[in-house]
């Protein structure tokens, strides 16, 4: 994956070029589906983080990986592009979005695009 992005910032490549990275990937169908994704990368990066201190305890950790935050991100654009099944699943994702959604300027841009299409 790195040489396609080489020399990006793999997280904030544009988002066609990511589009092009996951495309052949097992992607999410719906805004749920985005939301369980994103709880198990958080998921994940806590619990590699709570290994990190238990090896080296009040040492900084890091971000996580590249290729991780890459597709966090590219997860995170579909939660913009894909509309809710009903208003029910457009309440469980903006209820979803805190702790797993870090930018206060992409969780707008989700819960607009949520108010928008929601049937």
Request: hydrophobic content about 40%.
């Amino acid at each position: 994956m790195g040489a396609v992005l080489e020399g990006e910032e793999l997280w904030r490549a544009d988002p066609d070029r990511l589009d092009a990275l996951f495309t052949e990937s097992v992607n999410p169908a719906t805004l749920t589906e985005c939301l369980d994704e994103l709880r198990y990368w958080q998921w994940l990066h806590d619990i590699r983080w709570r290994m990190g201190q238990t090896e080296h305890p009040g040492e900084f950790q890091g971000d996580e990986d590249d290729r991780i935050s890459a597709r966090r991100w590219f997860v995170e654009g579909l939660l913009t592009e894909l509309a809710p099944v009903d208003r029910a699943e457009a309440i469980h994702i903006a209820d979803g979005l805190k702790g797993v959604v870090d930018e206060a300027e992409r969780r707008a841009e989700i819960l607009e695009h949520l108010l928008r299409t929601c049937p």
